[in-house]
């Protein structure tokens, strides 16, 4: 079975500083997709950004990016340039990709980002 | 206008009540889940329905019954409230159940309380 896995329970990053979060995972299957959700006080899970696993090139989204790291299966979020809003839990997720319907989201523990201005 | 919309976002019941769940989405996608948030922030699937048919149903205790009347609603029944099941449940929703490429929608949670 995948298992996905956050060794940080908690981070913490100045203002304006840089912030890497770290994710592992476990898969014998060669296609797959990863992602990272943000899930602030308020709750929401937002899509923060993604990665296909048959894509070299790192994903990047403005201040967010990956380090992808496919023989390694690892999957760090590095964050620039941290802003106040970005204090959130982080969660890492995994999802196969074989044509088969019953394709879940499997998601890492979390990890706490803190922003200290 | 809310993608994923669940109701209520807050439910403060005593054990062995029965109470409901729902969940609308906007987007014209075919799959919906719920995913059960525990304590300790863990995120698990509980079950998927695809254009109304259930395709994913985890090991979940038979107090909980999902039912979709249509594509675009998923409700939540829980029969017999424990307090273990005090959580944070998430409605969320994909194009379909086979690509993964866009992820899910969430809604923004249920916060279940029994007491």
């Known amino acids: 079975a995948q298992t996905v896995t956050q060794s940080q329970p908690e981070m913490s990053v100045q203002e304006a500083e840089t912030v890497t979060l770290s994710c592992t995972y476990d898969?014998?299957?060669?296609?797959?997709?990863l992602f990272w959700y943000k899930q602030p006080p308020s709750r929401q899970m937002i899509l923060v950004i993604r990665?296909?696993?048959?894509?070299?090139q790192n994903a990047t989204e403005n201040r967010f990016s990956v380090n992808f790291q496919k023989a390694a299966k690892s999957f760090s979020l590095k964050i620039s340039d941290s802003q106040l809003g970005d204090a959130a839990m982080y969660f890492c997720?995994?999802?196969?990709?074989?044509?088969?319907?019953?394709?879940?989201?499997?998601f890492g523990t979390g990890t706490l980002l803190a922003v200290q201005p | 206008d809310t993608a994923v919309s669940q109701t209520p976002k807050y439910l403060v019941t005593q054990m062995g009540n029965d109470k409901s769940i729902k969940c609308e989405q906007n987007?014209?996608?075919?799959?919906m889940y719920w995913y059960k948030q525990d304590s300790k922030k863990f995120l698990k699937i509980m079950f998927s329905?695809?254009?109304?048919?259930?395709?994913i149903n985890e090991t979940v205790p038979n107090r909980f019954s999902p039912k979709s009347p249509d594509k675009a609603h998923l409700n939540l029944h829980i029969n017999s409230l424990e307090l273990g099941d005090s959580a944070v449940y998430f409605c969320?929703?994909?194009?379909?159940?086979?690509?993964?490429?866009?992820?899910?929608?969430f809604g923004s949670g249920t916060r279940l309380t029994v007491v």
């Open positions: 969320a929703s994909s194009q379909d159940a086979w690509t993964g490429m866009r992820g899910y929608t």
């Open positions: 898969t014998s299957e060669s296609d797959y997709y």
């Open positions: 990665q296909e696993a048959y894509k070299q």
């Open positions: 997720a995994y999802r196969q990709e074989d044509g088969g319907a019953t394709n879940k989201l499997i």
């Open positions: 987007l014209g996608h075919d799959t």
């Open positions: 329905y695809n254009n109304k048919e259930l395709i």
